[in-house]
């Protein structure tokens, strides 16, 4: 048995059927027939189940595929260890991070990145997490940042802290540095019209058992921004989405600190190259990249 035998029964096994695992390894279907049934011969079991349905697993395919999911990842990282200490030649890592994150987490780290490994070429894409999310599940992109915490299909690493702050138009005067509940009481507040963000602004109040009055729910950061500017309302933003912070807006503490967690994920089940890993340290400030 060998590595690309077990890669290609992975990649049955999760599209399904020998055409799709052909496109997702790049090779021709008939590869795909040819490496499955020198496995089973060689194993002398049937790994898959072949009909009109496609392919899936056997009962015995599935707990081999379990294995070899172990096997290639640790081939994974023996390639991975191998490439470091050559020097990566070439390949490619696929990005996708929500934009706050994408501007002013990622150009450092790629900056580092592409210093060390110059022949490596990066694509980035900007999404909301969702979107980050689906990008991983089919294969679009190699690594995405995201608020943790994720469900448990994805391997994730802690990058970075945030903390969610107040936004004020300077029109309201001088205020201490840390509001009371009864500070923010006063005024209503221009809300981000994205999910996880405002859940855990409302979360947070709730928690308090504080009333959280809405003036605006806008869909683009740089809008509220610009719009507590101009006295139109409050605003909570992490810190990063709420930047560059513009002349006519005062940032201000919460009563009780709200963070949100910001980390890498990868696909757990899909199949990642040295290039992908050693950006995943550069990300962690890891490995070559310790700090």
Avoid at 86 to 103: D, H, M, N, V, Y
Avoid at 196 to 209: I, L, M, N, Y
Avoid at 226 to 239: D, H, K, N, W
């Amino acid at each position: 048995m060998n590595i690309f035998q077990l890669k290609t029964l992975i990649a049955v096994a999760e599209k399904g059927n020998f055409s799709s695992a052909a496109l997702s390894l790049d090779v021709s279907q008939s590869a795909v027939s040819r490496a499955i049934a020198s496995l089973e011969k060689e194993l002398g079991v049937p790994l898959l189940l072949r009909g009109r349905f496609g392919a899936r697993p056997s009962l015995v395919g599935e707990r081999i595929i379990a294995y070899a999911r172990k096997i290639v990842q640790i081939r994974e990282r023996i390639d991975y260890e191998i490439y470091l200490e050559k020097g990566l030649e070439g390949g490619r890592i696929r990005l996708a991070s929500f934009r706050s994150a994408a501007t002013h987490l990622l150009p450092s780290v790629i900056a580092q990145f592409s210093e060390q490994f110059p022949q490596v070429s990066l694509e980035i894409t900007e999404d909301d997490p969702s979107g980050v999310e689906q990008a991983l599940r089919e294969g679009q992109v190699d690594i995405g940042l995201l608020p943790l915490p994720r469900s448990g299909e994805f391997d994730t690493w802690e990058i970075a802290r945030d903390e969610y702050v107040v936004l004020l138009p300077k029109s309201v005067g001088n205020l201490p540095s840390e509001l009371t509940w009864q500070d923010l009481a006063n005024f209503s507040f221009i809300l981000f019209n994205y999910a996880e963000c405002t859940s855990a602004v409302r979360d947070h109040w709730a928690q308090w058992e504080q009333t959280l009055k809405v003036a605006y729910v806008v869909k683009e950061d740089s809008t509220i921004v610009s719009m507590v500017a101009q006295g139109l309302g409050a605003a909570i933003l992490p810190r990063l989405a709420a930047l560059p912070i513009p002349e006519g807006v005062q940032v201000r503490k919460l009563p009780v600190p709200l963070e949100r967690v910001i980390g890498a994920a990868i696909w757990a089940e899909a199949l990642h190259s040295p290039a992908v890993f050693a950006f995943l340290d550069a990300l962690r400030h890891t490995g070559k990249f310790q700090l």
